[in-house]
């Protein structure tokens, strides 16, 4: 009997570890996005005309369906998130938006003041050369379908607001479990859809960046402010983690790493609101409560703009240098604070924050309509840069809210209670 059961279990106990062996390597959404980015730039050096429409048709179908989710988005993440929340969630949202714009308009006046003190060396005796309107240059879609979402982007943070503190006053009941369903279809529907078809989306964005030839007008033009720009955010992002690690105890590089999708994916769609799936993600990897997580990612995708306040000032400035017009300091600290203000919500849409920041340019720096033009075609060709900042400092700011919030709220999941979102 032995010599039969033996052989019995030597030929059975492979079998399981046969299949399981060759386990593929996961191509995760960092490397995709990374290939997505070099095929679009180096295809759009070459590829027809034709055939690029139809990526531009592809874009405008998604960036539709993502402007008609982005607010749902809001509402199933961020009010199921404040219920959970409990206690304290009025004052972490007070913390929360505090802390947004207290780290907007810092980031704002460290860029305004090394504006000012490199800027007009750098800058000395250039010129600017003419530069079309982006729009005027981009490749046409076939056709297009306006997908006009339930309600605006500013509208759903205000009513996930409301109905989230007002659902920590009442007692749990089907109307938290039915958010908590919506959670559910919205995290789902981001794993179906967003995820995997995120890459395709940004290969379509630089494809048509790199035909219409735009980037590389503005990139010639204002190379040294391009620079500058990219040295500047990376001071700002280590400064953040630097914080955030030291509130956490964690490595603040490491942490930093981990936000690395979220900052390509915004590096690809230009727009803090439809990278909100990925930062939810990537935070939760740093160890933030989902309930945190889930409310101060939404938010801060809304009202955290460092990144484009750095930005903006600091092309404000070139552009005031190179056009002759006279730099008045206290004009331009005001317009640091507006900055803050004005671009709120301006997030939920690729470009917005310059077209929120188009009027104080006008009432508060003098700027003129070639100007304004100006600034816009140089934001526009390099806004993900601006975004992609936005989007990882999101997740420091998180990081502090997790910890200032620990022990003062209620319904803190942890990070393996928390839904996690697939592909990221």
């Known amino acids: 009997m032995n010599s039969v059961d033996t052989p ?48 531009t048709t592809f874009n405008g179908l998604f960036s539709g369906f993502l ?30 938006a505090g802390v947004a714009y207290l ?8 860029a305004l003041a090394l504006s000012l003190l490199v800027l007009p060396r750098m800058l000395d005796g250039a010129e600017v050369v003419s530069l079309e309107n982006p729009e005027d240059s981009a490749i046409a879609p076939y056709f297009s379908i306006e997908i006009p979402p339930v309600i605006e982007v500013m509208t759903a943070l205000v009513l996930a607001f409301c109905l989230g503190i007002g659902l920590t006053l ?21 794993e179906a859809v967003i995820i995997p078809l995120l890459p395709v989306y940004i290969f379509g964005m630089f494809l048509g960046l790199t035909m219409n030839g735009q980037i590389w007008t503005v990139i010639g033009t204002f ?49 803090s609101a439809a990278t909100i799936p990925v930062t939810l993600e990537c ?20 009202i955290h703009l460092a990144g484009s306040t750095l930005k903006i000032t600091t092309f404000s400035v070139a552009i005031m240098l190179v056009t002759g017009m006279p730099i008045d300091i206290w004009a331009l600290a005001g317009f640091v604070l507006m900055l803050g203000v004005v671009m709120i919500a301006a997030p939920g849409v690729p ?13 508060m720096l003098g700027f003129s309509e070639a100007a304004v033009g100006l600034m816009i075609a140089s934001y526009i060709a390099i806004d993900s840069f601006g975004t992609a900042t936005n989007v990882t400092g999101d997740g420091a700011i998180a990081a502090v809210m997790g910890r200032l919030s620990r022990g003062r709220v209620s319904g803190d999941l942890s990070v393996d209670e928390a839904p996690h979102v697939q592909g990221v």
């Open 8 to 55: 019995a279990e030597s030929t059975v106990a492979p079998d399981p570890a046969g299949p399981a062996a060759p386990r593929r390597p996961r191509f995760g959404l960092l490397p995709r996005i990374a290939v997505a980015i070099v095929l679009g730039i180096l295809l759009g050096l070459v590829m027809p005309e034709a055939i690029a429409r139809v990526f």
């Open 67 to 96: 402007g008609f989710l982005i607010p749902l988005i809001i509402v199933g993440l961020v009010t199921p998130a404040i219920a959970e929340l409990g206690r304290g969630a009025g004052k972490l949202l007070a913390a929360t």
């Open 103 to 110: 780290s907007t308009i810092v980031c704002g006046f460290f």
């Open 170 to 190: 009442v007692r749990r009941g089907a109307l938290q479990e039915s958010f908590e369903q919506l959670r559910t279809i919205v995290v789902r529907t981001i």
């Open 223 to 271: 190379l040294a402010v391009v620079l500058l720009v990219f040295a500047m955010t990376v001071v700002v992002l280590l400064a953040q983690y630097t914080v955030a690690g030291l509130a956490v105890g964690k490595n603040p590089l490491r942490m930093l790493w981990t936000m690395a999708p979220a900052y390509m994916t915004a590096l690809g769609t230009s727009s």
């Open 283 to 302: 935070t939760k990897r740093n160890g933030v409560p989902e309930a945190v997580a889930g409310f101060v990612v939404p938010l801060c995708a809304t």
């Open 351 to 363: 470009g917005g924050a310059i077209m929120a920041a188009a009027g104080i340019l006008s009432s």
